[in-house]
């Protein structure tokens, strides 16, 4: 199946800070990417749709202004969790969708990272 | 607003059993349907996918899907140890759109 890999895999910075979290697709072209947010023994949630070329598609709640993506290519998408905070600690998963594919719609999930912000 | 939902658990089995994972959705018109398998601190994987009703067997596994009764299931033979973890289950809407909507999973836990 299709690879995508994530950077970094943890990490933990001081509350305020910022991190970038890098998505991509190693073998195929994603022009749409997704990211998640996991909180223990919760859910995937669905913070946003990444785009190539153009703007992330917010879910109802994510502020925009906090969670920064950047779709820059057909193979990588980037995170960035502004002036973090403790609650924004979670395990954050990108996913892709292989572009030239019309099957199952299948999403090909990154290893996930994991942010703790003290 | 569409929503997926699955009993948490943990369902334990003795090892060699048979796992019967079960997962109901809201949206009629939901078309496709995924099992994920998710390790703790790890992240999701595609077990299996099912689009008509009926059963779907992939070696061990076999899905289940009843549109009608608007529930899906998956069933694990001759459970192992190895397959402790938790299940996902992912329903995606019909239309464009190929954003699924996942459940919260159910723990499974086989001992030996």
């Known amino acids: 199946g299709a690879v995508v890999s994530q950077h970094p895999s943890w990490v933990i910075c001081k509350s305020g800070t910022s991190v970038k979290i890098e998505c991509r697709s190693l073998?195929?072209?994603?022009?749409?990417m997704f990211w998640y947010r996991q909180f223990p023994k919760q859910s995937l949630m669905l913070m946003a749709t990444?785009?190539?070329?153009?703007?992330?598609?917010?879910e109802q709640g994510v502020e925009k202004d906090k969670f920064l993506i950047n779709h820059a290519s057909l193979t990588l998408s980037t995170l960035t969790v502004t002036s973090a905070h403790p609650e924004d600690s979670s395990f954050y998963i990108c996913s892709a969708r292989d572009s030239g594919t019309s099957g199952i719609n299948e999403q090909f999930f990154g290893p996930g990272t994991r942010l703790t912000v003290l | 607003q569409k929503e997926v939902e699955q009993n948490s658990g943990p369902l334990s089995v003795p090892e060699g059993a048979i796992a019967s994972l079960n997962c109901t959705y809201s949206d009629r018109g939901s078309q496709s349907f995924f099992w994920y398998r998710q390790y703790s601190g790890k992240s999701p994987e595609l077990i299996m996918f099912?689009?008509?009703?009926g059963d779907k067997e992939d070696g061990r596994f076999t899905a289940q899907l009843n549109k009608a009764s608007q529930y899906v299931s998956l069933l694990i033979r001759d459970s192992q140890p190895s397959d402790s973890a938790t299940y996902l289950c992912a329903v995606k809407a019909s239309g464009g759109s190929y954003i699924p909507t996942f459940g919260r999973g159910t723990s499974l836990i086989v001992h030996p």
């Open positions: 990444s785009n190539e070329g153009s703007k992330a598609t917010y």
């Open positions: 099912i689009y008509s009703n």
């Open positions: 073998d195929f072209q994603a022009t749409t």
